[in-house]
Each structure stands twice: as structure tokens, then as C-alpha cells.
């Protein structure tokens, strides 16, 4: 059963004074593509995040957010005394690099000194849920996810299977039309050779007859019936009904498939056999638009 490479999950997490809001979504992508927006002091998790990320997933451009809300009344505050030293640190080299090229500088505004990340901080910022709680809690919402995939994952199983039976359809179409143009295409040849060959005595039959076998090669289509009812049709269904990741090679069989049908129209010289090629071309442009989504 395939997967789809759009999902999305959410939950909310309260304990401790805390709201924790957790938001995973994904979109079809070419590899696996890992956003992670994550609070500043929580970046020790982007490692063991991101891995169970890497072994859940194959493909798509996935985003992963964590906001965390705090009822701070009454909680002491905090000065972090290292973390102070190290903006006001960081405040003095950009105003000495300044002043070496003439820029003016304004003072730093005690207010947003105090405001930047890790300067103060409250009780329950410094506990905090422990990284076994929060990765917990990814874990449940990861499953929810995956669910949402494997959902999208069905719904893109019914469409693709309808649009494989239509292509199937399409090429027994293609090959009774194919046929029909053989017999209805000897029947004008055998009157025009007739006319020809009334109207001139100079016309060679044998090298008329040779010129027409290489005209009936040209605009044969055996061939690209026989790999689209042989190979690639039996291929898509053995890829939809196959395990894991099957996007890229779904992809390909496109191609193939597209590849056929162009030269099929190009070699019809029918107008039946050429409608049925662009109703082919149709479905395929279809079904490579599915394709995209499939993980």
C-alpha cells in the first residue's frame, strides 16, 4: 500500500503551568526535506528529533513546530548572570567594530538587554518537562501523522488503480484500432498499387511493393502496445500493491508511459488510433499529477 507524502498532526500538551503545542505537516518533496522550529532552549532536541524523523519517513518536505505557552505569574525570575555577560560581551564588540569605522552607536537599551533569550528566566522555564516527556509526547504525535499519511496513502491507492484500468482499457482499445487501420490501410494500398500500375507501365512493382513493407514498418505500433499491456501496466500495479517508498520508481514508469504514447500517436496515420493515443496521453497526465504525492 503506498504512502502519501502529505500528512499533518497536531496536539496540545498542558502540565506544569505549561501549554506545549505541537505541530507536524508535510508536502510532497523530491528527498526528505526537515524544518524544525524549536524554543531556543530546546535545541539539545533537534538531534533525536530529527532521527526519529529520518527513520519514520523516506520522502516529503516536513515541518515540525513546538511552541510553548507559560502561566508566569507569581514564579520568581531569574538573572542569568552568564548569559547577561555574554550579551553585554557581544553589545561591546559590535559598538568597538562600529567606532573603528565611524558608525555612530546609540547605547544599548537596558529593557531589550533583559529581553533577550536565556538573560531572565522563571522557575518554571529552568525545570522544564524533561527530554523523556517531551520526546514522548513527539512519539504520539509522530503516530498521528503517519496515520494521516497512510489515509492519504488509501485515497491515493483508489484514484491510482482507477487510472491504471483505464490505461489498461485504453491499450486493448489502441490494439483493436491498430488492427482495424492494418486492414482498412492494405485494402487502400491494394487500390492504389491497382491505379498506379494502370496508369503508368514504368511503375516496378517489386520496388513498390518494398517502399510500401518500409511505410507499414514505420507506422507499426506492435511494439508499443505490446510494452504497455506487457511490462508497464503489469508494472504499476506490482509497484501499487508493493511495500515501501515507490514514488521515484512510480515516477519513472511515468515517463515510460508517456514515452509510449507520444510515439504511439506520432506513427498512427488514423484518426481513430490517434484520439485513442491523446485519451492515453490524458490519463497519464493524470495520474503522473498522483504520482507526485506518493512517498
Excluded at 528527498?31 to 522550529?37: C, S, Y
Excluded at 514504368?202 to 518494398?210: G, T, W
Aim: overall charge negative.
Amino acid at each position: 500500500m503506498v504512502n502519501s507524502m502529505t500528512g499533518y498532526a497536531a496536539r496540545d500538551v498542558a502540565s506544569d503551568g505549561t501549554l506545549r503545542s505541537w505541530d507536524l505537516r508535510s508536502v510532497n518533496g523530491r528527498g526528505l526535506e526537515m524544518r524544525l522550529r524549536l524554543p531556543d532552549r530546546l535545541g539539545r532536541l533537534e538531534i533525536p528529533l530529527r532521527e526519529r524523523l529520518k527513520k519514520a519517513l523516506a520522502r516529503g518536505s516536513v515541518t515540525l513546530t513546538l511552541r510553548i505557552a507559560r502561566d508566569d505569574a507569581g514564579k520568581a525570575v531569574t538573572l542569568d548572570d552568564a548569559a547577561l555577560a555574554a550579551a553585554l560581551g557581544a553589545l561591546d564588540f559590535v559598538r568597538r567594530a562600529s567606532e573603528a569605522q565611524g558608525l555612530p552607536v546609540a547605547p544599548p537599551d537596558p529593557v531589550r538587554i533583559l529581553t533577550m533569550p536565556g538573560v531572565m528566566t522563571t522557575a518554571a522555564e529552568e525545570a522544564g518537562p524533561a527530554d523523556e516527556v517531551l520526546l514522548a509526547e513527539f512519539d504520539a504525535l509522530l503516530d498521528a501523522f503517519l496515520a494521516s499519511r497512510a489515509a492519504e496513502g488509501r485515497a491515493l491507492h483508489r484514484t491510482l488503480s482507477d487510472q491504471i484500468d483505464s490505461l489498461d482499457r485504453l491499450t486493448a482499445q489502441a490494439a483493436t484500432r491498430a488492427a482495424a487501420r492494418t486492414d482498412s490501410a492494405a485494402d487502400r494500398l491494394a487500390a492504389n498499387l491497382a491505379r498506379v500500375l494502370g496508369a503508368s507501365a514504368a511503375v516496378d512493382p517489386d520496388r513498390l511493393a518494398q517502399e510500401l513493407a518500409v511505410l507499414a514498418v514505420k507506422s507499426d505500433v506492435t511494439e508499443e502496445i505490446d510494452r504497455l499491456a506487457g511490462a508497464h501496466i503489469p508494472a504499476a500495479r506490482d509497484l501499487l500493491s508493493g511495500q515501501g517508498p515507490v514514488g521515484r520508481r512510480f515516477d519513472f514508469l511515468m515517463q515510460e508511459f508517456n514515452r509510449e504514447a507520444n510515439t504511439l500517436c506520432s506513427k498512427s496515420g488514423d484518426a481513430a488510433l490517434t484520439q485513442t493515443g491523446l485519451d492515453l496521453k490524458v490519463v497519464i497526465d493524470q495520474m503522473r499529477e498522483q504520482v507526485q504525492n506518493v512517498e
